[in-house]
């Protein structure tokens, strides 16, 4: 059971919009800026936005992120097949000073 | 553009040891915090440790306080984990990242491809 929460799934149709979620708590989310990571079937992780929204160079804008509170989120536009990916968040928690990753979130393009 | 490699996975029994290294280049190593992060096989990731830019501080995640340490060399450019007492469910691929500076600029960002570690007897 993961501290941040993540739902398992998400599926949209080629062209759409997809929203993951990350919920968590004061002394994480709350306290400590947010990543999120995209991992192809495969493939080792990379990361889609850090800084709670901000992009790496190479990162379509199609990619979005927001926090508020002690939740986050991210934004998938455009939806295309090789978006299809596990999608994970990630921050510092303050109190338990270990690093917290999401449970991951299958996208899936429909 | 940054670089991170790792070696020294393989098979090992349950209750022997194993030393991971993480060779790194294209950005000044003393300057940045590194992760060590793991994958079971078909699970999601699981964080391990993070040492700081200079060495001064290390976290570790409660699955392996006591049998994991990490290290880093910054003359060679090397980080190191050495696991002990290997169980069956510390099988999985293990990751080097960097994070995203010195001191509390922990985001995990640049990541290697991964070793893997298969504990079984």
């Known amino acids: 059971q993961s501290v941040l929460t993540q739902p398992p799934s998400v599926s949209a149709a080629p062209g759409q919009r997809v929203t993951i979620s990350c919920s968590g708590g004061?002394?994480?989310?709350?306290?400590?800026?947010v990543s999120w990571y995209q991992q192809l079937p495969g493939t080792a992780p990379q990361v889609v936005i850090y800084d709670d929204d901000k992009r790496p160079p190479g990162v379509r804008d199609r990619f979005s992120a927001s926090k508020s509170g002690t939740s986050a989120t991210l934004d998938i536009t455009g939806l295309q097949t090789g978006d299809e990916a596990e999608y994970f968040c990630?921050?510092?928690?303050?109190?338990?000073?270990?690093?917290?990753f999401g449970g991951g979130t299958k996208v899936t393009v429909l | 553009q940054v670089r991170l490699v790792e070696s020294g996975g393989g098979v090992v029994q349950p209750g022997k040891s194993l030393r991971l290294s993480c060779a790194a280049s294209g950005f000044s190593f003393h300057n940045y915090g590194m992760h060590w992060v793991r994958q079971s096989p078909g699970k999601g990731l699981e964080w391990l440790a993070v040492i700081w830019h200079d060495g001064s501080k290390e976290f570790y995640a409660e699955s392996v306080k006591g049998r994991f340490t990490v290290s880093r060399d910054n003359s060679k450019k090397t980080l190191n984990l050495q696991m002990n007492n290997l169980r069956v469910d510390d099988t999985g691929v293990y990751y080097c990242?960097?994070?995203?500076?010195?001191?509390?600029?922990?985001?995990?960002?640049?990541w290697g491809r991964g070793a893997a570690v298969n504990v079984s007897s």
């Open positions: 990242a960097r994070g995203m500076g010195a001191g509390y600029h922990l985001q995990v960002y640049n």
């Open positions: 004061t002394s994480n989310i709350g306290d400590n800026f």
């Open positions: 990630g921050t510092w928690d303050t109190s338990l000073s270990v690093w917290l």
